[in-house]
Nanobody, 123 residues
Framework: QVQLVESGGGLVQAGGSLRLSCAASGRTFSTKTMGWFRQAPGKEREFVARISSSGLSTAYTNSVKGRFTISRDNAKNTGYLQMNSLKPEDTAVYYC????????????????WGQGTQVTVSS
């Protein structure tokens, strides 16, 4: 069992930055792929980024490449999403999740989810 709690969301102007954190409880976090998803009002949940258990492999959706960076600190049981050059279209609830799969970019491939943190980017 893994429990995940996101934090770091808030209101920021376009062009600004935020760093989201995903704190995990449980002893298996370091063995799992971690992903970030987001969901805007009236839209489907979409994949944002993922990182392998070791931190050596990452993947991003095209719309955030070059702006967002996913990372993790397994010693602290924590994952991160650094978001730079934020745009209004980044506004959404952001969720972290973990998967037992090595490659996972679809929501049903993830096993445990946090409750989400709101990110609002004003223009």
């Amino acid at each position: 069992q893994v429990q995940l709690v996101e934090s770091g969301g808030g209101l920021v102007q376009a062009g600004g930055s935020l760093r989201l954190s995903c704190a995990a409880s449980g002893r298996t976090f370091s063995t799992k792929t971690m992903g970030w998803f987001r969901q805007a009002p009236g839209k489907e949940r979409e994949f944002v980024a993922r990182i392998s258990s070791s931190g050596l492999s990452t993947a991003y959706t095209n719309s955030v490449k070059g702006r967002f960076t996913i990372s993790r600190d397994n010693a602290k049981n924590t994952g991160y999403l650094q978001m730079n050059s934020l745009k209004p279209e980044d506004t959404a609830v952001y969720y972290c999740a973990v998967s037992s799969r090595v490659v996972a970019t679809i929501d049903w491939q993830y096993d445990y989810w946090g409750q989400g943190t709101q990110v609002t980017v004003s223009s």
